[in-house]
């Protein structure tokens, strides 16, 4: 039994393989881009107490840590009371609610990539 054409098959696998990784790469990377984007806009809606300078706004960044690899941070010392709030302060959640609601966003890129 002789197979046609199988090594034109396993060279466009191959080619997949790579095409695959890069669309995954984009895809992460622009997700991560627009979660900085929703984190730096509940910030702006949420830091409405008076005291607001925008420092935890300009150091909201994102950050390529490696291939297929993005994060979303927030560079400012107090960030995480901002977050989660203290004895004497509630938690406005800026980053936690981005993150929810970009992980929907993100999952149906990644199935509509596979599909």
Known sequence: MELEGLDALLAKLEQMEDGVEEDVNTIVKNNTIE???ET???ERARFIKGYWTGHTLRNTKTQK???LHYRTFVDSEYAGY???GTRYMDPTWFLR???Y???KK?????DRLVK
């Open 82 to 84: 901002l977050e989660f």
């Open 35 to 37: 979660m900085t984007g």
């Open 65 to 67: 840590l490696g291939a």
């Open 101 to 103: 609601k970009q992980r």
């Open 40 to 42: 730096q806009e509940n």
């Open 106 to 110: 993100f999952q149906e890129d990644l």
């Open 97 to 99: 609610d981005a993150f």
